[in-house]
């Protein structure tokens, strides 16, 4: 090992990242030196300027050192944190940029782009990934609150403007409910419920009647089948029918016997009705 360790006296690694992981691989002791620079960050990233690294490598270990600084806040570099000299490329001050919301949303990504084993440009699209996912999980929230307060909004309205729901209300106990939406929704419910019930009533009323109408409609059918069968077994009765005996050999023995029966029983008109 050539170079030591840097590590602060709080025991803080602040140089030799990598020869510490390598030292851990090859089971060996590595060689550690203590140090307390005023600012951390300006030694890290003093040392990083001499050390030959990629640039997104480069940008995420300066991107450490300003953020161990207290250099970033809200989502931003601190003003004057970042040299705005006009020899900086425009590269370089995207690459602080886009190293920034690698640290503020996947920080657990920070030292691989740092090692090289992840590239900056894949983190950064990660984190893209994960500030576009928190948003909409921030706006599904705000959405769903909003509506949630409309909602109750509705509820307190509905039961001011309609009598026998506020009645209905009234007449739970106290704590039935622990928001208007829920009285509303529960008033809804026994609404369905009622309107239900109203509806088997109707169809039960509607089938009786139906077979009430199916029975008059049988009635009548026979009624009228007897008004045209009634002027043949009057001409039979009275002896008026050109071949009585005929007719009647012509029907099952108990529809004869029945008719006979019937025949003698009745005071039949001497005229026909």
């Known amino acids: 090992q050539r170079d030591p360790i840097t590590v602060t006296s709080d025991g803080i690694l602040i140089d030799g990242r990598n020869r510490w992981e390598a030292c851990k691989r090859l089971g060996i002791e590595p060689a550690i030196k203590v140090e307390d620079p005023d600012e951390v960050g300006a030694f890290v990233r003093s040392r990083n300027e001499r050390r030959h690294q990629s640039t997104g490598s480069r940008a995420m270990s300066t991107a450490l050192s300003l953020d161990h600084d207290g250099k970033r806040k809200n989502g931003r570099w601190e003003r004057g944190s970042i040299n705005q000299d006009l020899d900086l490329s425009r590269g370089w001050k995207m690459a602080l940029s886009q190293a920034g919301l690698v640290l503020d949303l996947l920080p657990d990504l920070a030292w691989q782009v740092v090692d090289g ?26 959405e769903e609150e909003e509506r949630e307060v409309k909602e109750e909004a509705d509820a307190v309205r509905y039961f001011r403007e309609h ?63 007897f008004i045209s ?11 008026q029918h050109h071949d009585k005996q005929g007719v009647l050999d012509m029907l099952e023995p108990s529809d004869k016997q029945r008719f006979i029966n019937i025949m003698e029983a009745m005071t039949w008109p001497k005229t026909r009705p």
């Open 229 to 239: 069968g009634f002027d043949t077994a009057y001409t039979i009765a009275t002896g």
């Open 163 to 225: 009598p026998e729901a506020k009645a209905w209300l009234d007449n739970k106990p106290e704590g039935s409910f622990d928001t208007m939406r829920e009285a509303f929704n529960a008033r809804m419910a026994a609404d369905r419920k009622e309107r239900m019930a109203e509806e088997a009533r109707r169809r039960k009323e509607k089938e009786a009647e139906r077979e009430r109408l199916d029975v008059l409609k049988r009635s009548a059918a026979f009624v009228k089948s």
């Open 117 to 142: 084993t992840v590239a900056l440009d894949d983190a950064y699209r990660r984190a893209c990934h994960e500030r576009d996912k928190r948003e909409a999980e921030q706006q599904r929230i705000r």
